[in-house]
């Protein structure tokens, strides 16, 4: 894709590029450049040559860690265990928990008030 130069001469509002404002230096491709320049008068050409885009970046590789010799994967120690269950569940008194066994906050609130 060619691209070409464009220097906006008046405030310019689009759907590709949000809002140019005057002295802005716009580099797109030679359908919208025109669009900017002749259909709107919002926009001039510099005297740039047109930019050949010579090819798309490729996205960075993935970094991957190596571990070092006789590393494992065994959590240190005096690690915790990893639980599913919350330990902040454990005191919810279970008429405040829903079908799943998950504290429904209103009825936890009602739970408490009622013991308070």
Known sequence: MELVEVEITGQAITARYGTLNTGDILRTDAEFAKHLVEDCAAAKYTTAKPVKQTKAIAPAAPVTRKRKAGA?????????????????????????KDDQGEANPVALLAANSATE
Do not use: C, M
């Not at 919350?86 to 279970?94: E, H």
């Open 72 to 96: 494992t994967a065994a959590p240190a120690e005096g690690a915790a265990e990893p639980t599913t269950a919350s330990p902040l569940l454990d005191d919810v008194p279970s008429t405040a």
